[in-house]
């Protein structure tokens, strides 16, 4: 699964420090996220999403 949440970050203008608070998570979390090292659960990725503007499935495609 590739994914483009650092490229959707980027696009948002958001800091990622804010993305963390607002998600209640470290931004450490955050980065593993953005690196594929990790993927959030549902509930982070749909709150990700409507954060960003973007789908899910437009963040981690495949």
Not at 20 to 34: F, G, R, Y
Request: with cysteine.
């Amino acid at each position: 699964m590739e994914c483009h949440l650092g490229k959707y970050i980027d696009e948002s203008g958001l800091k990622k420090k804010m993305i963390a608070e607002k998600l209640s998570v470290n931004k450490n979390t955050l980065s593993n996220w953005i690196k594929g090292e990790t993927y959030p659960p549902v509930n982070k990725a749909l709150e990700l999403g409507e954060l960003l503007g973007v789908t899910v499935e437009e963040i981690w495609k495949k």
